[in-house]
């Protein structure tokens, strides 16, 4: 049986220039982050298969790669169900990881918590592009903070990070779920079945309002309900100010906090904000994950046409574990999207310290190699990035390979 090449299907090698990337876009992430106030952390890539199936994550639930039981738990004989062989999977996102890491080590955290992750996610997908079975994730979590402080400081700190990349006029939209109920609740659906509403309502962008309609008729929802919920959507739509409309139109439907507090963020990012991007309230904005509880978001680039990141509140995560409920809200930027777009643009990393080959003939005097080291080394103590290699046969090619990786300049020691 022959050996394969070619990585798994979803998962991919990365060559150095994309690695230069990058390594310089995760240092940029880290450094805007740190400056926030976010502390670095990592979980293992792996988690007891009962925190990943524990219906919060909605549709990735059914993307996990399942680890089977091993050793003398493994009796395949006796196996009835897929629990008798399955007790570990690999994470399909990083808050799970971060619910049980905060569950099990809160003593020794400060409150709130302002947690950095970044590290590979695996889902069963089906591969497209900007879509990969394994995959980048960096996520920012506050934890223990119950204000709407929290979204102020994640959108900032995540709309400032892409400003720096270089990203410029993309949206970030947002939402409420509790709006999303209230808007269910007033147009008269069964409180039982705001999910099936909302996974249709999810396809608003592919679909438009009239295919929403169609489909939520198709699923035996009462038309005087599908009339009255596309209404209220196209009143928004015209609406000057599209949260004041629900908030007024909703009432005792709607909470009147709720409406409040997004106009509380929205006018405090835009006040503050150290990117040009543009603050968007969208009531058809669901977010798939069913752990969400309050205020959604997420990031939106023309160039790319889908999401490149978002996030939300999910207050009752923390307390599965615990059984007390922990305030917590998160933002994740989509790490391989962000690479993706940049590499398209033919993005350089700027400011990269200066890069040397040395190229030393073979048969090079063994005598006089210790001072090419030497000089290389002292080089690198300059701030100079210096590579030593014996130089190939075909030369020209071998520098050709070496230009597109940044070698600028070339140094090359001959035996005579």
């Given at each position: ?19 230069q ?7 940029v ?19 007891n298969?009962?925190n990943l ?9 059914k993307?996990?790669?399942q680890?089977?039981k091993?050793?003398?738990k ?16 690999m ?10 890491f ?10 709130p918590f ?14 497209q592009r ?22 102020i400081?994640l ?6 990070t ?45 679909i ?6 169609a489909e ?16 209220l959507?196209e ?7 599209g ?44 977010r ?8 959604i ?24 574990f ?19 777009l940049?590499?398209?643009?033919g ?9 040397t080959?040395y ?15 030497a ?16 130089m190939n046969?075909?030369k ?18 001959f035996?005579?």
């Amino acid at each position: 049986m022959s050996l394969v090449k070619k990585p798994v299907n979803g998962m991919k090698d990365i060559l150095p220039a994309e690695m230069q990337i990058r390594d310089y876009v995760q240092s940029v992430i880290k450094d805007t982050y740190r400056s926030f106030g976010f502390t670095p952390i990592e979980t293992p890539c792996m988690e007891n298969i009962a925190n990943l199936s524990n219906k919060q994550g909605g549709e990735n639930e059914k993307l996990i790669f399942q680890v089977m039981k091993r050793g003398e738990k493994l009796n395949l004989a006796q196996a009835r169900t897929e629990a008798d062989l399955v007790d570990f999977g690999m994470r399909y996102d990083l808050t799970v990881p971060l619910a049980r890491f905060y569950a099990n080590h809160s003593n020794d955290l400060p409150s709130p918590f302002k947690a950095l992750q970044i590290g590979n996610v695996w889902r069963a997908d089906r591969p497209q592009r900007g879509r990969y079975r394994q995959f980048m994730q960096c996520d920012i979590d506050i934890l223990g903070e119950p204000s709407n402080l929290a979204e102020i400081e994640l959108i900032l700190a995540t709309t400032t990070t892409l400003g720096r990349l270089g990203f410029r006029n993309f949206e970030i939209r947002i939402n409420e779920r509790r709006i999303l109920k209230a808007m269910a609740a007033y147009s008269g659906f069964p409180e039982a079945s705001y999910d099936t509403v909302f996974i249709i309502l999810d396809k608003m962008d592919k679909i438009g309002l009239e295919g929403v309609a169609a489909e939520l008729e198709k699923e035996g929802f009462a038309r005087e309900s599908v009339e009255k919920y596309k209404e209220l959507f196209e009143r928004v739509r015209n609406a000057k100010d599209g949260i004041s409309y629900l908030a007024d139109t909703l009432g005792d439907a709607l909470e009147p906090d709720i409406a409040a507090g997004l106009q509380e963020i929205a006018a405090s990012v835009n006040a503050c904000k150290a990117a040009e991007f543009r603050l968007v309230f969208d009531p058809t904005l669901v977010r798939g994950m069913s752990y969400y509880t309050g205020t959604i978001f997420e990031i939106a680039m023309p160039e790319f046409g889908a999401s490149c990141g978002g996030g939300g509140r999910y207050d009752k995560m923390i307390g599965n574990f615990t059984g007390k409920d922990v305030p917590a809200c998160g933002f994740s930027i989509g790490f391989e999207r962000i690479i993706l777009l940049l590499l398209e643009h033919g993005f350089q990393v700027p400011e990269q310290p200066k890069k040397t080959a040395y190229l030393i003939e073979k048969g090079y005097p063994g005598e006089k190699l210790a001072e090419v080291i030497a000089q290389a080394q002292q080089a690198r103590q300059d701030g100079q990035q210096v590579l030593v290699v014996r130089m190939n046969k075909n030369k020209k090619f071998q520098k050709e390979q070496l230009q597109k990786e940044g070698y600028e300049e070339f140094v090359e020691f001959f035996r005579k």
